[in-house]
């Protein structure tokens, strides 16, 4: 067994290592992780991200999106947030759950005098708060598990960036579930630091599995595993692209009068807009600013560059490009 303490924040950087070890360290039984991401949310692989993020404070505050390879809800990561991943070869079954893998955190917690305990499908709570999500991958008789630990998380940024928006999204992609939560540390007696608590947990571990070795990767699997964060987890095709098709409606009120937009979205690509509202312009024949939308990634950037295009003042009178972009995208 080999284990991996991350000196990277970056989460692109860390969610390729840890699928590098799911993928490519196969002749290890066992592998354990530990790793802290800068302000992030993580999304599962089955989500619909734009439906989980409330990108316009996503993007003001500097907070990077990653999807994930596991399934499950968003989650919101930040410098006091930890998390932690199992690997193992084992053959799925009911004595290899969600429970199973929740041991390290529940007994670390106990050995601080807070009791734990595993509810549900897959969290962990402290009098009733959740403190602790879990989600795990399985292939060819290989289980990831991990977890993210709210450890003393800014719970503000994570209510704001995780708002669900208000659009009317229409979609077949696996919906976050929000549950009340809470940090580890308002539970804690001793006054102590995430790196600390992340060196009690590794204590365990090192404990219990007492031929476990630190893993060193190599400068070519470290390059390797840039590689992966760069043309996999830093891309927009992965991380928004990967999005299920859905049905969205936008209602939006400026001075030129209200607009409300229809869109249909494949894999975040546009593939049907109409606008209808209260605005006037000398041109009522929308359909040809709607064909020109079909094939736009549903980014305000491309929209941007796409209503440069288009003469909008003979469309849309008295609205501003920032308007336009705004009432199409969020």
């Known amino acids: 067994m080999i284990y991996v303490v991350s000196k990277s924040y970056k989460p692109q950087f860390n969610i390729a290592m840890e699928e590098y070890c799911f993928t490519k360290l196969t002749q290890y039984d066992k592998v354990f992780m530990l790793w802290i ?55 799925k079954g009911a004595e290899f759950d969600f429970k199973t ?12 005098g807070v009791e734990a305990e ?30 993210c630990l709210l450890f003393n998380t800014d719970l503000s ?12 999204i229409d979609s077949k992609s696996v919906k976050s579930v929000r549950s009340a939560v809470a940090n580890i540390k308002s539970f804690l007696k001793e006054d102590i630091s995430v790196e600390d608590f992340s060196g009690k947990i590794l204590h365990y571990m090192k404990q219990k599995f007492p031929e ?17 964060a760069e043309t996999k987890f830093s891309s927009w095709d992965w991380n928004f692209g990967h999005s299920p098709k859905y049905t969205l409606t936008r209602n939006t009120r400026f001075t030129g009068g209200k607009i409300q937009v229809y869109l249909t979205v494949k894999n975040s690509v546009i593939e049907h807009i109409q606008f209808f509202g209260t605005f006037f312009g000398n041109n009522s024949d929308l359909s040809l600013v709607e064909e020109a939308f079909a ?7 491309a929209i941007r560059e796409k209503l440069a295009t288009i003469h909008t003042a003979e469309f ?15």
């Open 37 to 91: 991401n800068e302000p992030s949310i993580i999304v599962g692989k089955h989500q619909n991200t734009l439906q989980e993020v409330n990108m316009n404070y996503v993007r003001d505050n500097g907070i990077h999106i990653v999807r994930r390879i596991t399934g499950g809800g968003a989650v919101y990561h930040d410098h006091n947030n930890l998390n932690y991943t199992i690997i193992s070869n084992e053959k």
């Open 101 to 112: 893998f929740s041991e390290p955190v529940i007994e670390t917690l106990s050995q601080l």
């Open 118 to 147: 595993f509810t549900g499908r897959n969290d962990i709570v402290i009098d009733g708060k959740k403190v602790c999500g879990n989600a795990q991958a399985y292939k060819n008789d290989r289980i990831m598990h991990h977890g």
């Open 157 to 168: 940024v994570l209510s704001e960036a995780l708002e669900i928006p208000k659009d009317m």
């Open 212 to 228: 476990m070795e630190e893993y060193i990767f190599s400068e070519q699997e470290l390059a390797e595993i840039g590689q992966i």
């Open 295 to 301: 094939g736009v990634k549903y980014t305000p950037e």
């Open 316 to 330: 849309f009178a008295g609205f501003t490009v920032d308007e336009l972009v705004e009432a199409i995208v969020q």
